[in-house]
C-alpha cells in the first residue's frame, strides 16, 4: 500500500514538473481578449504556480517564491510590488501566533491542558466520555497550537487508552485485533477530525483564517475589518457544531463494545502524575499567552465602552493592533524569567526560531503577492467577471458563497489547504466585489471548508498522523470523512457564513 502512494505521489509531481510550465507557455501565447497584457501575462505565470501549489513537484514554499520572482523577471511587476507583501502585518500575527504556541509545547503547557480535561472526574472510566473528552482535548489545544503537533500529543494519549481496552479484554478471555476493532478507528478518526475542527475557532488557529483576514483586507480595503474577537465569535460557534457533528457521526459508526475501560483512570491519573506541579516556565507561558488574548479582545470591549470612532480606539488600534499584540506575547516568553542565575527565559532563542513555521510563511507571503498583481493588474476582476457570467450573470449570494464553500473543500481534500486557500481566495473576493456581495462570507466560507478535508491521509497532517496507526481502514475514513464534510458544508458552513457573519459584521 505504501509502495502504491509513493509510486502515485512520484507520478502526480512529474505530471505537474512538466504540466506547469506547458500550461504557462500556452497561456502566455494565446490571445485572449478583454485583458490588459500585465494581466495576461501574471495569468500563464498564475498557472504555473497553482500547477506546482497542487502536484509539488517542489516544495509549496519555494513555489510560492518563485511566483513573484518569475514576475519580476518577466517584467510584470517591479521588484517593490512583487515583494512587499512579505512584510505583511498579518505574517507577524502568525509569528507571533507560532512562538506562543511554542512556548506552550516547549514548556508542558499543552499537555496540562490536555490531561486536565482528561482527568475530570465526569470522564471517568466510560469509552463514550473518554471519546468525548478526546475530542474536547484536541479543539481547545488546536485553537491555539498547530494542528499538527496537537494531534501528535493527543496521538500517544489515544495509543494508550486502546491499549487499556486490549488488555482488559485479554484478561477476561477475550483477545481483540485493534487493526479491525470499531472502538480503535472511531477514537483515532476522532484524534484526527477533532484538531482540524478545534482550528476554526480563532483567527491564528489554521493557515486558512489568516489567509483569508489577509486578502480581506488587502483586495477590499473598504470592506469592514475583521477583528480577532469576531472571528472568534463565528468561530467558535461553528467548532461546535462542527464537533458535535464529528461526535455523533462517529459514535454512530464506530461504537464501543464496553460499558467501562478497565485501567483507563489508572493510566490517566498515572500521567497527570508524571507532569508534576506547575512549573514557573509554564506559569510564565500561560501569562505571556493571556496578554495577547487580552490585547485581541480589548478592542471589542472597549468600542462598546467608548464606540468605534472615539479618540481611545483611534489610540488603541495605532498602538495595539492585532499584529502587535501578538508580538507582544511571543517576545515577553524571551524575557520572562525562569532562572536569572543561568539566564534561562521562558523560550529559548533556538526553540522559539524552531517554533516558527518559516515555510507557512513563505508560503502566505507569495500567496498574498500574488493576490495583490492579480487585484492591480486586474486579473481578478477579469476572472470573477466570467465567474459572474457562468454563475448565470446575477446569481443568489447564497448560491455563490455555496459554491466557493464546495470547491474549497474539495481542493483541501487534494492538497494543502494553505495553498489551496492562496490559490481560490483572491478569484473568490473578486468574484464577490464584481457581483456587489460583501467579500467576507465568502472569505470566511473558504477558510471554514478548507478545515474539513476529512476524507483522505492526505488531506491533513492529522489524518495522516492517525492513519498511521494501522486502525484505520481507508474505507471507513472516507465514508466518515464525506458524511462530516458535506453534512458540514450544508448544515453548517453555509448557514452560519451567511447568517452569523453577516449579522455579526453588521451587513444584513
Known amino acids: 500500500m505504501e509502495k502504491n502512494d509513493n509510486k502515485t505521489e512520484q507520478m502526480r509531481r512529474m505530471a505537474g514538473a512538466v504540466l506547469g510550465p506547458l500550461c504557462a507557455v500556452v497561456l502566455w501565447m494565446m490571445p485572449i481578449a478583454g485583458i490588459s497584457e500585465q494581466a495576461h501575462h501574471l495569468l500563464a505565470v498564475m498557472s504555473l504556480v497553482a500547477i506546482w501549489w497542487i502536484t509539488e513537484p517542489?516544495?509549496?514554499?519555494?513555489?510560492?517564491?518563485?511566483?513573484?520572482t518569475l514576475c519580476v523577471v518577466l517584467g510584470i511587476v517591479p521588484l517593490k510590488d512583487a515583494y512587499e507583501q512579505f512584510a505583511n502585518p498579518m505574517i507577524f500575527l502568525f509569528m507571533g501566533g507560532f512562538l506562543l504556541a511554542k512556548g506552550m509545547m516547549v514548556n508542558g503547557l499543552d499537555k496540562r491542558i490536555a490531561y486536565g480535561i482528561m482527568s475530570m472526574?465526569?470522564?471517568?472510566?466510560?469509552?463514550?466520555?473518554?471519546?468525548?473528552?478526546?475530542?474536547?482535548?484536541?479543539?481547545?489545544?488546536?485553537?491555539?497550537?498547530?494542528?499538527?503537533?496537537?494531534?501528535?500529543?493527543?496521538?500517544?494519549?489515544?495509543?494508550?487508552?486502546?491499549?487499556?481496552?486490549?488488555?482488559?479484554?485479554?484478561?477476561?478471555?477475550?483477545?481483540?485485533?485493534?487493526?479491525?476493532?470499531?472502538?480503535?478507528?472511531?477514537?483515532?478518526?476522532?484524534?484526527?477530525?477533532?484538531?482540524?475542527?478545534?482550528?476554526?475557532?480563532?483567527?491564528?488557529?489554521t493557515p486558512p483564517n489568516i489567509i483569508m483576514i489577509g486578502f480581506v483586507d488587502q483586495l477590499a480595503p473598504d470592506a469592514p475589518k475583521v477583528s480577532f474577537f469576531q472571528w472568534m465569535v463565528w468561530g467558535t460557534l461553528a467548532m461546535v457544531v462542527y464537533f458535535?457533528?464529528?461526535?455523533?457521526?462517529?459514535?454512530?459508526?464506530?461504537?464501543?463494545?464496553?460499558?467501562?475501560?478497565?485501567?483507563?483512570?489508572?493510566?490517566?491519573?498515572?500521567?497527570?502524575?508524571?507532569?508534576?506541579?506547575?512549573?514557573?516556565?509554564?506559569?510564565?507561558?500561560?501569562?505571556?499567552?493571556?496578554?495577547a488574548v487580552l490585547l485581541w479582545v480589548a478592542?471589542?470591549?472597549?468600542?462598546?465602552?467608548?464606540?468605534?470612532?472615539?479618540?481611545?480606539?483611534?489610540?488603541?488600534?495605532?498602538?495595539?493592533?492585532?499584529?502587535?499584540?501578538?508580538?507582544?506575547?511571543g517576545l515577553l516568553l524571551f524575557f520572562l524569567p525562569v532562572d536569572l542565575k543561568k539566564g534561562e527565559m521562558t523560550l529559548s532563542w533556538k526553540d522559539g526560531m524552531e517554533g516558527i513555521e518559516w515555510g507557512t510563511l513563505l508560503l502566505f507571503g507569495g500567496g498574498l503577492a500574488m493576490g495583490a498583481m492579480m487585484y492591480t493588474t486586474g486579473l481578478s476582476a477579469w476572472i470573477g467577471n466570467g465567474i459572474k457570467e457562468a454563475l448565470g450573470g446575477n446569481p443568489s449570494e447564497w448560491l455563490f458563497v455555496g459554491v466557493f464553500c464546495v470547491v474549497a473543500l474539495v481542493m483541501s481534500e487534494l492538497t494543502s489547504h494553505t495553498a489551496?486557500?492562496?490559490?481560490?481566495?483572491?478569484?473568490?473576493?473578486?468574484?464577490?466585489?464584481?457581483?456587489?456581495?460583501?467579500?467576507?462570507?465568502?472569505?470566511?466560507?473558504i477558510a471554514l471548508s478548507s478545515s474539513l478535508g476529512f476524507m483522505l491521509p492526505v488531506s491533513t497532517p492529522p489524518n495522516a498522523i492517525v492513519y498511521a496507526s494501522g486502525y484505520i481502514p481507508i474505507t471507513k475514513m472516507i465514508k466518515s470523512g464525506a458524511v462530516i464534510d458535506f453534512v458540514g458544508i450544508l448544515l453548517?458552513?453555509?448557514?452560519?457564513?451567511?447568517?452569523?457573519?453577516?449579522?455579526?459584521?453588521?451587513?444584513?
Open 58 to 68: 517542489v516544495a509549496i514554499p519555494v513555489t510560492s517564491l518563485m511566483g513573484p
Open 121 to 205: 472526574k465526569w470522564v471517568g472510566d466510560s469509552p463514550k466520555r473518554i471519546f468525548l473528552a478526546i475530542g474536547l482535548a484536541c479543539i481547545l489545544c488546536s485553537g491555539w497550537v498547530s494542528n499538527t503537533a496537537t494531534a501528535a500529543m493527543m496521538f500517544p494519549v489515544a495509543l494508550g487508552l486502546l491499549e487499556a481496552i486490549r488488555e482488559m479484554m485479554a484478561s477476561n478471555g477475550k483477545t481483540i485485533d485493534l487493526s479491525d476493532y470499531k472502538y480503535a478507528t472511531g477514537l483515532m478518526l476522532m484524534t484526527a477530525y477533532a484538531c482540524s475542527i478545534g482550528g476554526v475557532m480563532t483567527p491564528i488557529g
Open 244 to 291: 458535535v457533528l464529528a461526535y455523533v457521526v462517529l459514535w454512530r459508526m464506530f461504537p464501543s463494545d464496553v460499558k467501562h475501560i478497565e485501567g483507563a483512570r489508572e493510566y490517566i491519573r498515572q500521567t497527570v502524575d508524571s507532569l508534576g506541579t506547575w512549573t514557573r516556565a509554564q506559569k510564565n507561558t500561560i501569562f505571556a499567552f493571556s496578554v
Open 299 to 329: 478592542p471589542s470591549v472597549l468600542s462598546m465602552v467608548y464606540g468605534t470612532g472615539s479618540e481611545v480606539m483611534k489610540f488603541y488600534d495605532s498602538h495595539f493592533p492585532e499584529a502587535i499584540a501578538a508580538m507582544v506575547g
Open 420 to 445: 489551496s486557500t492562496n490559490l481560490i481566495g483572491p478569484i473568490a473576493i473578486g468574484a464577490a466585489l464584481s457581483l456587489g456581495f460583501s467579500p467576507i462570507p465568502v472569505a470566511v466560507g
Open 492 to 508: 453548517v458552513t453555509i448557514p452560519v457564513v451567511m447568517l452569523v457573519v453577516k449579522y455579526v459584521m453588521g451587513v444584513l
